[in-house]
């Protein structure tokens, strides 16, 4: 099984950390998926913080 690293995500425009996933220690890059903030309403940019 591939070792896998927590990482939280957090909207780019109110800043809340809505959400955790898993991603591969083997990527470098940030994390960055659209999804749903309830903060917001709307479906924002989360991108991973550190």
């Given at each position: 099984?591939?070792?896998?690293?927590?990482?939280?995500?957090?909207?780019?425009?109110c800043?809340?950390?809505?959400?955790?996933?898993?991603?591969?220690?083997?990527?470098?890059e940030?994390?960055?998926?659209?999804?749903?903030?309830?903060?917001?309403?709307?479906?924002?940019?989360?991108?991973?913080?550190?």
């Amino acid at each position: 099984m591939a070792k896998d690293d927590k990482v939280i995500l957090a909207c780019e425009i109110c800043l809340s950390r809505n959400y955790t996933t898993h991603r591969s220690k083997t990527k470098k890059e940030r994390l960055e998926l659209k999804k749903f903030c309830p903060k917001c309403g709307k479906m924002t940019l989360h991108k991973e913080t550190k």
